[in-house]
């Protein structure tokens, strides 16, 4: 079964008496080329797990189950699953679950479908839960090797710039903070049905077992950034002095330390030059 083919799909849909979910951001994949590419490029192998977030009808699933010891699909519209019962009948080391990967316990899934086996994280996700999932799979500290995802370009752009350059934002800093990312190809909007206004990017963000960067304190590191992102086109100075209370004067001089001017835009800090100013702020603040 073609499961890109138009054709294919609609009869999937009318004899299982399925029709999209808008509010889901659920779109289609159409080009036969992507998921396998996915796939290979998301690391899976023989003696890999997966984890996948959000199945359509099955046509990554698929390719993952071709190539991975075990994969666990976590999909949120338990209408898809007579379909995903059909599409998926040769696979015998799939597992669906219905839920919403925003809710579900991870680290229990982990535990109980894993059980310390390897693991790469492969998605197609919707637009607009991107940020939160991505975030979530890092910040958990989740025992993942990788995370591959087809995510909207404008996104795949902003996490994959370089930080210190005029595309990164708050949470191109957090994607480094925790991985290394890397854009693997362009996705046109014509893949999809219906097809989106946009087009999409495949990402990997490379996993390591321990950041490359040491913060004294990981709460003030995110809230600095955050709060230096949040009227981006200003001078930095002026939320973060607002929102941890700090002088400006004594935050201009901070900012001098670390390498960068007291007038600097977040956008105009490194890693290494966030990470200093974390630093410098935790030891002021913890000596005032």
Excluded: W
């Excluded at 999409?200 to 709460?219: F, G, N, P, W």
């Amino acid at each position: 079964m073609q499961l890109t083919d138009l054709g294919t799909i609609r009869d999937l849909f009318s004899r299982h008496g399925f029709s999209f979910t808008k509010s889901l951001g659920q779109n289609f994949l159409i080009n036969p080329s992507v998921c396998p590419k996915i796939a290979e490029m998301g690391g899976c192998g023989e003696k890999v797990c997966a984890l996948e977030i959000g199945t359509g009808i099955g046509v990554l699933t698929k390719e993952l189950a071709l190539r991975t010891k075990k994969t666990v699909a976590v999909e949120i519209d338990k209408g898809l699953e007579p379909i995903l019962e059909e599409t998926l009948s040769d696979f015998h080391n799939v597992e669906i679950i219905f839920g919403d990967i925003t809710e579900i316990n991870l680290k229990k899934l982990f535990e109980e479908k894993f059980q310390g086996e390897e693991v790469v994280v492969c998605a197609n996700l919707p637009y607009y839960i991107t940020s939160p999932v991505i975030m979530r799979l890092l910040e958990e500290r989740l025992p993942i090797r990788s995370v591959t995802v087809m995510v909207q370009k404008e996104a795949a752009d902003r996490i994959c710039a370089k930080v210190g350059s005029r595309e990164s934002g708050a949470l191109t800093v957090a994607v480094n903070y925790y991985s290394t990312p890397k854009k693997l190809f362009g996705v046109s909007r014509g893949s999809f049905a219906p097809s989106p206004n946009v087009d999409s990017s495949v990402i990997r963000l490379d996993i390591a077992d321990e950041t490359r960067y040491h913060v004294r304190d990981e709460k003030l590191f995110f809230r600095i950034v955050k709060a230096a992102f949040s009227q981006r086109r200003k001078q930095m100075v002026n939320p973060i002095s607002s929102d941890l209370k700090i002088s400006k004067e004594k935050l201009s001089d901070i900012l001098r330390s670390v390498g960068a001017s007291p007038t600097a835009r977040a956008e105009e800090l490194d890693m290494n030059q966030f990470v200093a100013l974390c630093n410098a702020v935790y030891t002021d603040l913890n000596q005032s």
